[in-house]
T-cell receptor, first 115, second 113 residues
């Protein structure tokens, strides 16, 4: 158990809908990272928050947004869903701001299926 | 931007045999390098990482990797694998002061009895 909790574990929704994925980082970790894992794109970095502020942005679509709340949990919002958004979405957390200095711990992911 | 190529998508080996999973990276600046393992229905777990210093890095579960700057490689090795090592392995790279970690496509290691 990494200590990172993601909910829900599975989500099935229709095209055009909006969903929210939730991540609770390990106790004391200030950074939260979101990743998308799909068969055709592999593992892609989406976005990082550190202590409530956006720190780094990867290949995140404009239809997607995220935030980190004062209690440090994070939510990833996916809107106007398309079939191609079906993927496993991972959250990771680390204590520091940079990935080099601290280890990132991954949650078990949320499997999103868009039908 | 940095990128990673994992040269083998699948590596089948017999139990107790040695294994090497290959990883090459591309970056115009200095990098940090990582190997992660993903077991079925699990998240990623860090095996080892190279930040600086000794080019031979030892990780968990008996794995090690060697950073070779001239060949821009970071191959993962284990002298004797177990059935329990069957999993997907990901090489990843990030540049100094850049948290955009790029992952390779993964190598599926299958250990046969």
């Amino acid at each position: 158990d990494s200590g990172v909790t993601q909910t829900p574990k599975h989500l099935i929704t229709a095209t055009g809908q909006r969903v929210t994925l939730r991540c609770s980082p390990r106790s004391g970790d200030l950074s939260v990272y979101w990743y998308q894992q799909s068969l055709d794109q592999g593992l892609q970095f989406l976005i990082q928050y550190y202590n409530g502020e956006e720190r780094a942005k990867g290949n995140i679509l404009e239809r997607f947004s995220a935030q980190q709340f004062p209690d440090l949990h994070s939510e990833l919002n996916l809107s106007s869903l398309e079939l191609g958004d079906s993927a496993l979405y991972f959250c990771a957390s680390s204590s520091g701001e940079g990935l080099g200095s601290t280890e990132a711990f991954f949650g078990q992911g949320t499997r999103l299926t868009v039908v | 931007a940095q990128s990673v190529t994992q040269l083998d998508s699948q590596v089948p080996v017999f139990e107790e045999a040695p294994v090497e999973l290959r990883c090459n990276y591309s970056s115009s600046v200095s990098v940090y390098l990582f190997w992660y393992v993903q077991y079925p229905n699990q998240g990623l777990q860090l095996l080892l990482k190279y930040l600086s210093g000794s080019t031979l890095v030892k990780g968990i579960n008996g794995f090690e990797a060697e950073f070779n700057k001239s060949q821009t490689s970071f191959h993962l090795r284990k002298p004797s694998v177990h059935i329990s090592d069957t999993a997907e392995y990901f090489c990843a790279v990030t540049q100094y002061n850049n948290n955009d970690m790029r992952f390779g496509a993964g190598t599926r290691l299958t250990v046969k009895p």
